[in-house]
Nanobody, 122 residues
C-alpha cells in the first residue's frame, strides 16, 4: 500500500557526517508529518527529528545543532543530515511517515521503513 525505503546508513568515525534518505511510495494521497527515530541496542526507540508538511521541525535535545531534517514534498522524500556524529548516535535509524492513503485503510496512519544501521566509531 505505502512503502518507505531508507538509504544512507553506514560506518563513520566520530566527528564525521552521514545523510539519510527515505522515499515514500505507493497509494499516497497526502503525507503529514515525516520523521526519523532511532533504536540503540537495549534501548527504546526514540524520536530524533520530525518535520511537518509545512516545514516546521522539531529535534531531540541530544541532536540539536548537529542534525538537520528536511523534506522534498514533490518526491515524498525526507532527509536527515547528521554532522559531528558521536559514538552515542550509533543505532538503527527508522523513517516514519503519517500518511493518508488513496485506498483502504485510508488513515491517516503511521508507516515505517525497514531501518538503516548507523555506526559511529570512536
Amino acid at each position: 500500500q505505502v512503502q518507505l525505503v531508507e538509504s544512507g546508513g553506514g560506518l563513520v568515525q566520530a566527528g564525521g557526517s552521514l545523510r539519510l534518505s527515505c522515499a515514500a511510495s505507493g497509494r499516497i494521497f497526502a503525507i503529514n508529518t515525516m520523521g526519523w527515530y532511532r533504536q540503540a541496542p537495549g534501548k527504546q526507540r526514540e524520536l530524533v527529528a520530525a518535520i511537518g508538511s509545512g516545514g516546521n521541525t522539531g529535534y531531540a535535545d541530544s541532536v540539536k545543532g548537529r542534525f538537520t531534517i528536511s523534506r522534498d514534498n514533490a518526491n515524498n522524500t525526507v532527509y536527515l543530515q547528521m554532522n559531528s556524529l558521536k559514538p552515542e548516535d550509533t543505532a538503527v535509524y527508522y523513517c516514519n511517515a503519517v500518511v493518508t492513503s488513496t485506498s483502504k485503510p485510508f488513515g491517516p496512519r503511521d508507516y515505517w521503513g525497514q531501518g538503516t544501521q548507523v555506526t559511529v566509531s570512536s
